[in-house]
């Protein structure tokens, strides 16, 4: 079967750093995403990785490791307004996507 | 404002009522999809349509009926639910489906809980 594993939730401070991870098993590859999903709000799309390595984007990175099944997600200078869930999800060889049960991540002052 | 909407945000439901969810999409998109997201667990794909054909039916109950008149418009017809389906229903719209997700838009939801 195909499957996407997350941590449930985790806490950081504000200022600080967080990494998210995902490590996936499917059914080939084509692509991996990260969305943002604030409480009662729309999945927003933060990036995308098909080629291993690291794309940055303002405070957030993700990176991908295609042989070893897995991303991150890099989240820097925390601030309040991160606090929301991160979803992870990858594209298969049938292109159909494949969704992670996504990490709440909770900001502390 | 995402491009995608979705009404009402919120509804409550008795299991003999009959209800309908409705998104509407402003983006010039060919393909929605009606997605299940229940507390903890992954996104769960419905129906695809793509130029108002249906194109997927992940093994959904009948109570769920989904109606798509035009590109723009998607809408979800529901009926003798059960307390399980308490969920947050999503809309999504891409340019066209079998993208694997790529230029996905998303709306806000309709939480559903099921009494």
């Known amino acids: 079967g195909q499957n996407i594993d997350q941590p449930t939730e985790m806490t950081a401070t504000e200022g600080a750093i967080v990494q998210i991870n995902c490590t996936y098993q499917t059914s080939g590859f084509n692509g991996l995403f990260w969305y943002q999903q604030h409480a009662g709000e729309a999945p927003t799309f933060l990036s995308y990785?098909?080629l291993d390595g690291l794309e940055e984007k303002g405070r957030f990175s993700s990176f991908l490791s295609r042989s070893k099944g897995y991303s991150y997600l890099l989240l820097k200078e925390l601030q309040m307004k991160d606090s929301a869930s991160y979803l992870c999800?990858?594209?298969?060889?049938?292109?159909?996507?494949?969704w992670g049960a996504g990490t709440k991540l909770i900001i502390k002052p | 404002e995402t491009g995608v909407t979705q009404t009402p945000r919120h509804l409550v439901m008795g299991m003999t009522n009959k209800k309908s969810l409705k998104c509407e999409q402003h983006?010039?998109?060919?393909?929605m999809y009606w997605y299940k997201q229940s507390a903890k667990k992954p996104l769960e794909l419905m129906f695809v349509?793509?130029?108002?054909?249906?194109?997927e039916n992940n093994s959904v109950p009948s109570r769920f009926s989904p109606e798509c008149p035009n590109s723009s418009h998607l809408f979800l017809h529901l009926h003798t639910l059960q307390p399980e389906d308490s969920a947050l229903y999503l809309c999504?719209?891409?340019?066209?489906?079998?993208?694997?997700?790529?230029?996905?838009?998303f709306g806000s939801g309709t939480r559903l809980t099921v009494v």
């Open positions: 983006l010039g998109h060919n393909a």
């Open positions: 990785n098909v």
């Open positions: 999504a719209s891409s340019q066209e489906s079998g993208t694997g997700g790529y230029g996905y838009t």
């Open positions: 349509y793509n130029f108002k054909e249906q194109t």
């Open positions: 999800a990858v594209t298969d060889s049938n292109y159909q996507l494949i």
